[in-house]
């Protein structure tokens, strides 16, 4: 039997960074992504976001990858907030997002960090935000 505990930190915002989390819509869409996950095996140990960005902690199974469980989140999710936000125009995830590792011993940091998500806003913008991701991460804009 093979033991395994992957724990990834997931950031994916809505195409063009537009505003479709406001208000109610926020609780909506992350309370779909979380039973929707729990049916495809997808195991969410924390989701949280704010008005045009989603975060979680997933706890990813050997059989799992990255691509797939965005694929399933983002596009399952996507389909369903058009046919039940009635929003004027389409909603649409944007195709990239940040994957990293979560270490145990900084598990409980990030964990708060997630849950804040409304607070933490208030100081700091998804612009900034995403800015400290690329440089933090050393990714390539």
Excluded: C
């Excluded at 505003?19 to 996950?37: R, V």
């Excluded at 050997?62 to 469980?69: E, F, G, L, R, Y």
């Excluded at 058009?82 to 995830?93: I, M």
Aim: proline share 1%; glycine share 4%.
């Amino acid at each position: 039997m093979s033991f395994n505990k992957l724990l990834i930190h997931f950031v994916w915002f809505t195409k063009d960074r537009k505003p479709y989390l406001k208000g109610d819509n926020l609780k909506i869409m992350i309370n779909h992504i979380k039973e929707n996950a729990e049916e495809k095996g997808i195991k969410i140990l924390v989701i949280n976001g704010h008005e045009n960005h989603l975060h979680a902690i997933i706890s990813m199974n050997s059989d799992q990858t990255t691509a797939n469980i965005m694929n399933l989140i983002k596009g399952e999710s996507s389909h369903w907030a058009n046919k039940n936000f009635g929003l004027s125009e389409k909603f649409y995830w944007q195709s990239e997002y940040f994957a990293v590792s979560v270490s145990q011993s900084l598990f409980p940091k990030v964990f708060n960090y997630i849950l804040k998500q409304e607070e933490h806003h208030k100081i700091k913008s998804f612009d900034e935000e995403y800015r400290e991701f690329i440089e933090k991460y050393g990714f390539e804009d």
